[in-house]
């Protein structure tokens, strides 16, 4: 599997490791925005210097509870740390959002992928995503962040996100968005209870069989407080048991917090040949 962006070609033979960078104002300490801009920049050099491929930026965010970002102020966020990434990071970079007029912009200013946890339902969205013809993650999600962990309701969860994730990718390739440049996403945390997120992430390789890469995305979510009653600074090792359970099962992009760490466990099962 090889992703393609512009004249760039990313081989998914071996996984690939996207580090989070929020650049939400709650995400870094209060210096004002440039601070925040040079911040979200050096924090993104140090994830690429520990073997992130790919950096995925978001302005909007999606947690539990979490309100919606107007507009202009999710550009202004986003836009220039895209820009200063450009100038002096070689990496992938990847735009976290779900607003078309974010995505077209986003791509403009040199963003590879677009990453929606609203597989591009949002209006204008996927005629976004067919024009900036980069490749586009797409991910499952039940309800709407707001509220989506009140009561996930399922009759067969792996089913009916495998079933979403299909749809999904059939309705974005006939809109013209090529299907080499597709990636799925079982969206771990968005209105899934803890029995749902472990067994969605141990189905990860049935997801292998629609011939799409897989996006894992279990860093330090609540699936490991929950579990091992742990607070978010304190999952670590929850998070890497996750990542090596998805990597063993094909997922070929695991998007995490803790990129030098991700990127041992990767190393090790490399050397086990778990990739060939
Ligand atoms: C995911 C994500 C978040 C995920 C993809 C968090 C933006 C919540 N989670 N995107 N975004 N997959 N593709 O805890 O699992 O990082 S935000």
Redesign the pocket.
Known sequence: MILTSGSKTLDLTTPHIMG?LNVTPDSFSDGGHFANIDNAVKHAHKMVEQGASIIDI?GES??PGACDVLLDEELNRVLPVIERLKQELGCWVSI?TSKAKVMTAAVKAGADII?D?RALQEEGALQAAVDANVPV?L?HMQGQPRSMQTAPDYKNVIGEVRAFLEQRAEQCIKAGIKPTNIIL?L???FGKSLQHNFDLLNATKEFMTLGYPV?T?V???SMFGQLLNRDINDRLAGSLAGAMIAMQQGSKII?VHDVAETVDVMKVLQQVNTFK
């Open positions: 989070i978001g999606t947690r976290d990453n946890v993650c991910m996403d969206g771990f945390g996006l995305g860093s330090r979510k998007r």
